[in-house]
């Protein structure tokens, strides 16, 4: 930032004064090196009519130019030790100009024109005005700023009259204060072309720091600290550096309102970070593009940014989270992805949609890691005097829809919307989530303890869980890999779908039996049934004693044209499964036997690693041909994890059990059990999982 900033000092003064000789300047004061006085002539001895000054150069008083700080395209020097000020001087011009080490440079009021196209801070510069006034530099050529140095801004400015202003602030600068880089002055906008490699700090709590960017290089720190705000217009290169907000800091990305400029930040690569309560603030009309967040980066309402490639969260996105309905938004300018293991919190009534009518409707991607939390919200728009903004939106990560206070409902209007990760409902009264727009579940689940409404299109399940207390309003196909499991889990319940559905060819049912309740797939509407299908029905707790039935469905009407395939826990039996009128019946279901619980056999059935994370390998000696089935259990004996169901040869046999559920969902740290039932053999061993 340094050797940046002193080009463009010493080319300022040298336009501002206009041709001159190229002369060096070192400052020896009227007490020697050592004094302290002003340095650009406001005080002179004279002899007569023989003018002096602090630089060792003598007029008289009738010579142009007059005797003030020395002309611009030459170079200056404040010697190490030196403490110098320009208070009461006239206008101060140079070229280059080098602060010593321990020097000290004060300007009150003034503006320093500086040529460059070097400055050399090795001491301490301090720019102060008031009352409005600002102490400053005016640069008028590319300026770089070199040393080891500190420029106080008390207020102070870098600007120009001439544009453009290049400016760079070297690795060992440090900028810090109140006041502008560029200037807005009388409606015009004279933006600085800046690289800082150095650190630049807003800490005033009473005037902010500006940097009225045009072309920004930040590889070093911008940072807004003590409650101080800090303002960034222009194009920025951030990556190799950061923006940072520290102690209640704010840094507030400007946009195209307020000040009805057209230079709103965009924002690429680097990083967003904030601690101590520290925020940083899009404005209307703000991009950021590839950063990483750390920390809080909060959207107020009624204030938007355009987000575009991949935002990577480590930290929280306040979307309008201050608890209110109303519009803090995120646009979107090409295709989104949020990635990291940070949140998302979308408050009330806050969308994400493209920015305009676009030609192809863009993708917002939720990462595998990433959570959106929303209360309310949108997903993309449907057409209205702003346009076509749907968007395709596809859920890798946990998407969570919350009660909403002022009751918001959550939809989703767009092209596509795809799940592969968590998709949850929560319990809301009148939050009755919709969809307008092709909905497809390939991998994941989607819980729903409330409404899912489909307007215009179908719910496509080809993979992945859908289970709930809540339903689905539209029609429904589940088929290939999907399960459905109605009811919240370690609960039996009911799971309505308002519609027709269809069940197809690999799709599985799954039903908790209970004492006490039934869990039920209840279809208020035409079922039709294709395939081979499966109902695979689980305990929560001990299974019937006497022969009990268990209706697993219920519809208004039917076609069925499926061959059922019916899995019961072991120890379990039942008289099959029969359609009575309308329900699809479990019949005559009994428990016979326990889980055995036989201390391990290394011979016949063994497991290493075990203790294990994330995987083990099972081994077992199979006695003879025939049906083997290998499973995992639960404490409570429910079945978790089916390894191995067929015919198998005699002999030693292995598999491996990556700590996955039948859906392909993560089990829970503790213990279970792996189960054999092969010819002459029932064997049980305890496996431990430990994440």
């Known amino acids: 930032m340094r050797p940046t900033l002193a080009r463009f000092l010493l080319i300022g003064l040298l336009v501002s004064a206009g041709p001159a000789a190229a002369q060096d300047f070192t400052w020896t004061g009227w007490f020697g090196p050592e004094g302290s006085d002003p340095a650009w002539g406001g005080y002179w001895t004279w002899d007569n009519q023989l003018m002096q000054n602090g630089w060792g150069r003598s007029w008289w008083y009738w010579e142009d130019p007059a005797p003030s700080f020395p002309n611009v395209g030459s170079s200056v020097l404040i010697p190490a030790g030196v403490s110098v000020d320009t208070y009461g001087g006239g206008q101060p011009y140079c070229g280059s100009l080098t602060v010593g080490a321990g020097a000290l440079l004060q300007n009150q009021y003034n503006n320093i024109v500086i040529g460059g196209p070097a400055l050399v801070n090795d001491g301490a510069i301090v720019h102060s005005g008031g009352g409005g006034s600002y102490g400053g530099f005016e640069v008028n050529g590319p300026l770089a700023i070199t040393g080891v140095g500190t420029i106080a801004l008390a207020p102070g400015r870098f600007f120009t009259w001439s544009p453009p202003m290049v400016l760079t602030v070297g690795a060992g600068q440090f900028v810090h204060g109140e006041g502008q880089f560029g200037s807005l002055p009388y409606g015009n906008y004279h933006g600085v072309d800046l690289t800082n490699q150095g650190h630049i700090q807003a800490t005033s709590t009473t005037m902010s720091l500006?940097?009225?960017?045009?072309?920004?290089?930040?590889?070093?720190?911008?940072?807004?600290?003590?409650?101080?705000?800090?303002?960034?217009?222009?194009?920025?290169?951030?990556?190799?550096?950061?923006?940072?907000?520290?102690?209640?800091?704010?840094?507030?990305?400007?946009?195209?309102?307020?000040?009805?400029?057209?230079?709103?930040?965009?924002?690429?690569?680097?990083?967003?970070?904030?601690s101590g309560g520290g925020e940083i603030r899009p404005q209307g009309g703000s991009t950021v593009e590839d950063v990483t967040v750390e920390g809080t980066f909060h959207i107020?309402?009624?204030?938007?940014?355009?987000?575009?490639?991949?935002?990577?969260?480590?930290?929280?996105?306040?979307?309008?989270?201050?608890?209110?309905?109303?519009?803090?938004?995120?646009?979107?300018?090409?295709?989104?992805?949020?990635?990291?293991?940070?949140?998302?919190?979308?408050?009330e009534g806050n969308p994400i949609h493209m920015t305009e009518r676009p030609a192809s409707n863009d993708r917002v991607t939720n990462g595998p890691e990433h959570a959106i939390e929303c209360t309310g919200g949108q997903f993309g728009s449907a057409p209205d005097y702003y346009g076509d903004r749907r968007i395709e939106l596809l859920n890798e990560g946990t998407l969570?829809?919350?009660?909403?206070?002022?009751?918001?409902?959550?939809?989703?209007?767009?092209?596509?919307?795809?799940?592969?990760?968590?998709?949850?409902?929560?319990?809301?009264?009148?939050?009755?989530?919709?969809?307008?727009?092709?909905?497809?579940?390939?991998?994941?689940?989607?819980?729903?303890?409330?409404?899912?409404?489909?307007?215009?299109?179908?719910?496509?399940?080809?993979?992945?869980?859908?289970?709930?207390?809540?339903?689905?309003?539209?029609?429904?196909?589940?088929?290939?890999?999907?399960a459905v499991n109605p009811g919240a889990e370690d609960a039996a319940g009911t799971?309505?779908?308002?519609?027709?559905?269809?069940?197809?060819?690999?799709?599985?049912?799954?039903?908790?039996?209970?004492?006490?309740?039934?869990?039920?797939?209840?279809?208020?509407?035409l079922l039709t049934a294709t395939g081979t299908l499966t109902v695979r029905v689980v305990s929560l707790g001990a299974g019937p004693m006497t022969p009990a039935d268990h209706v697993v469905l219920r519809a208004d009407d039917r076609t069925d044209q499926a061959t059922w395939v019916l899995e019961l826990p072991a120890g379990w039996s039942s008289s099959g499964l029969e359609w009575v009128g309308n329900d699809l019946v479990v019949r005559g279901l009994t428990r016979k036997t326990a889980i055995l619980l036989a201390p391990p056999v290394a011979t016949h059935l063994?497991?290493?690693?075990?203790?294990?994370?994330?995987?083990?390998?099972?081994?077992?000696?199979?006695?003879?041909?025939?049906?083997?089935?290998?499973?995992?259990?639960?404490?409570?004996?429910?079945?978790?994890?089916?390894?191995?169901?067929?015919?198998?040869?005699?002999?030693?046999?292995?598999?491996r059990w990556d700590g996955l559920d039948d859906t392909r969902q993560p089990v829970g740290s503790g213990a279970y059990f792996c189960v054999l039932d092969a010819p002459g053999e029932r064997r049980t061993i305890r496996l431990t999982i430990i994440r």
């Open 210 to 274: 500006d940097i009225y960017g045009l072309d920004v290089a930040n590889d070093g720190t911008a940072e807004a600290t003590g409650g101080a705000t800090l303002r960034v217009w222009g194009d920025w290169d951030n990556s190799g550096g950061e923006l940072l907000a520290t102690d209640g800091g704010v840094i507030y990305l400007a946009g195209s309102t307020g000040y009805n400029l057209e230079h709103a930040v965009h924002v690429r690569g680097g990083t967003l970070r904030t």
């Open 495 to 525: 799971l309505n779908i308002w519609g027709p559905m269809s069940l197809t060819g690999g799709a599985t049912l799954v039903s908790q039996w209970s004492r006490t309740a039934e869990d039920l797939l209840r279809v208020n509407g």
């Open 300 to 347: 107020q309402r009624y204030e938007s940014t355009r987000m575009t490639g991949t935002i990577t969260n480590l930290g929280t996105i306040n979307q309008g989270a201050e608890g209110w309905t109303g519009w803090a938004t995120i646009q979107v300018d090409g295709a989104l992805a949020f990635a990291g293991n940070g949140v998302l919190r979308m408050g």
């Open 606 to 655: 063994r497991a290493a690693p075990n203790p294990f994370n994330p995987s083990t390998t099972i081994e077992f000696m199979n006695r003879a041909d025939g049906l083997v089935d290998l499973w995992v259990s639960d404490v409570r004996g429910r079945r978790v994890r089916t390894l191995l169901d067929g015919f198998h040869r005699a002999g030693e046999l292995s598999v």
């Open 400 to 482: 969570r829809v919350l009660n909403s206070v002022n009751h918001a409902r959550f939809y989703v209007t767009g092209a596509g919307f795809e799940n592969r990760g968590d998709l949850i409902f929560e319990p809301a009264p009148n939050v009755n989530a919709g969809i307008w727009g092709k909905f497809r579940q390939t991998a994941g689940r989607l819980v729903t303890n409330d409404g899912f409404i489909g307007y215009d299109s179908a719910f496509t399940f080809s993979g992945g869980l859908l289970t709930g207390s809540g339903y689905l309003q539209g029609s429904v196909t589940l088929g290939d890999s999907a």
